[in-house]
């Protein structure tokens, strides 16, 4: 018998060669190739089932809203697009344990509660584990059916028959279809279950989740393999230690990909965070010198955080340097801008920087803060404990400009802030009519801001 055909595929992002290679041309990830047979192309998805399709003026489309089931939980509608699509294929990714399964049950209860028909589908769990994992989340009412299975075509078959109108696949990676000779989880079975899946939602308009571990080693295929085939890409992220959880899409056919929902992992499950900034500055410091509040931008909505630094004399031949929630080659960029434009010594110094509440962030925005919770720790300094702090800083000490500087200052005139240090360009331009009671400092490089803190 001649010997299987092989082809090489990232795990990635699903790119596929004739030959193993040590970094994708795709995603540029290293060692992400594994191989898996050759199988057999099935044919693509057809969208309209039965009918042959002809082509049809724009004009004479009709452009009706999409009809959409709202789930009752407000932070995922909102992620969503304002309720889920009926004949959408979702993806939820994110790290094992983070709370997918959790979410999308807790979404099966409110669906199945307004008397929607509801499947939930795990190759995961056993009936048994679901059922304990519900009694941990309240009292579930009306139709919602398990079913503990990883063939697809004996999922296919139930869904024909018992027609749900949601339907949640926990996880794809579990999933097979047998006539593919790949395992569970290979990146051929994945993509060719998910577009059966895709079929599937929109032949017979049911709208689907499908659960996506992210894989961190093994050859597993990750949910990027999937981004591009389904609707709706959304990830559940958060630190393991923290008990927030933040939702984000980074795929929308039907909305925009811009907004968050905020979660907290609690013993009854998932509870949804209205206020986020409440939430992130809970157990802040007052008049503590390194403690500084900054308005970070997730999406199209501002969130109040701490960012806190501690600078201290070194015990080290190198000193030590952390950051946690940011990123280390910022900080020290950041630090030898302040050696370097400020004179100040940092070469022997120590500093520990943290986001607290265990958010991560990236926005240049950030920067502001960064440095002046280091100044004022280095100088034993607090700044007032109602200020808040943003703006991009340059490697000559200029700062500059950020976006989104009303709501930023709205959301902290909200949370009770007054002051607000921000770049002088910004201030320019900010329009402070609808917020009454907050003072502004412009500042134009990071020499002005050392006479705020004495
Ligand atoms: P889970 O939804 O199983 O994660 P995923 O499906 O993403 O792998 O969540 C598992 C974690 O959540 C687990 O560590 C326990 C925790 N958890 C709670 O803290 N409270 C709860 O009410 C539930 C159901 C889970
Ligand atoms: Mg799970």
């Known amino acids: 018998m001649a010997k299987a055909k092989t082809v090489f595929f990232c795990k990635e992002c699903g790119f596929e060669s004739a030959k193993w290679m040590g970094q994708c041309p795709g995603c540029k990830n290293w060692d992400t190739f594994v191989s898996e047979p050759v199988i057999k192309k099935t044919s693509g998805i057809r969208l309209a089932t039965g009918l042959t399709a002809e082509p049809e003026l724009l004009s004479k489309v009709s452009a009706e809203e999409e009809q959409r089931i709202i789930t009752g939980i407000q932070e995922l509608d909102r992620v969503l697009g304002g309720g889920i699509v009926i004949g959408s294929l979702v993806l939820v990714g994110g790290d094992p344990g983070i709370g997918k399964s959790t979410l999308l049950l807790q979404m099966c209860r409110e669906l199945s509660g307004t008397g929607k028909k509801v499947l939930y589908i795990s190759g995961e769990e056993s009936l048994r584990q679901i059922k304990m994992r519900a009694d941990r989340l309240g009292i579930f009412h009306g139709e919602l059916f398990l079913l503990s299975e990883t063939n697809l075509d004996q999922i296919e078959d139930i869904i024909k028959k018992q027609s749900p109108e949601i ?7 579990t999933m097979f279809k047998e006539d593919i000779g790949a395992a569970p989880g290979s990146v051929s079975q994945v993509r060719e279950t998910t577009a059966i899946l895709m079929r599937i939602a929109k032949g017979l308009n049911i709208s689907i989740f499908i659960v996506g571990h992210v894989t961190k080693e093994g050859v597993v295929a990750g949910p990027r393999v999937l981004e591009h085939m389904v609707d709706t890409v959304l990830y559940f992220e958060g630190e393991n230690m923290a008990s927030y959880r933040i939702l984000r899409a980074v795929k929308n056919r039907f909305g925009s990909t811009n907004e968050i929902g905020v979660f907290e992992m609690r013993d009854i499950g998932l509870t949804e965070v209205s206020n986020p900034s409440e939430f992130m500055l809970q157990g802040k410091p007052e008049d503590e010198p390194g403690s500084v509040v900054t308005a970070s931008m997730e ?3 501002p969130i109040l955080v701490e960012v806190q630094a501690l600078v201290c004399q070194t015990n080290f031949n ?12 910022r900080v020290n960029l950041l630090m030898a801008v302040v050696e370097k434009r400020l004179g100040i010594q940092m070469a022997g110094m ?12 990236n926005e ?11 100044l004022s720790s280095y100088k034993n300094f607090p700044l007032d404990s109602k200020t808040i702090v943003f703006g991009e800083i340059g490697l000559t000490g200029e700062v500059r400009a950020v976006n989104m500087i009303e709501q930023r200052v709205q959301e902290a005139s909200k949370m009770g802030f007054h002051l607000c240090i921000l770049p002088q360009v910004n201030k320019e331009t900010i329009n402070l009519s609808a917020i009454p009671g907050m003072k502004v400092i412009g500042v134009k490089n990071i020499r002005e801001i050392l006479n705020l803190l004495r």
């Open 167 to 173: 339907v949640i696949i926990d996880s794809i990676q």
């Open 350 to 361: 120590d500093a520990y920087i943290n986001v607290a509440g265990g958010m991560k962030i």
């Open 299 to 301: 999406g199209t909505r």
């Open 318 to 329: 190198m000193p030590r340097r952390t950051a946690a929630g940011t990123d280390y080659n």
């Open 364 to 374: 240049p925005a950030l920067d502001l803060a960064i440095v002046l919770a280091i």
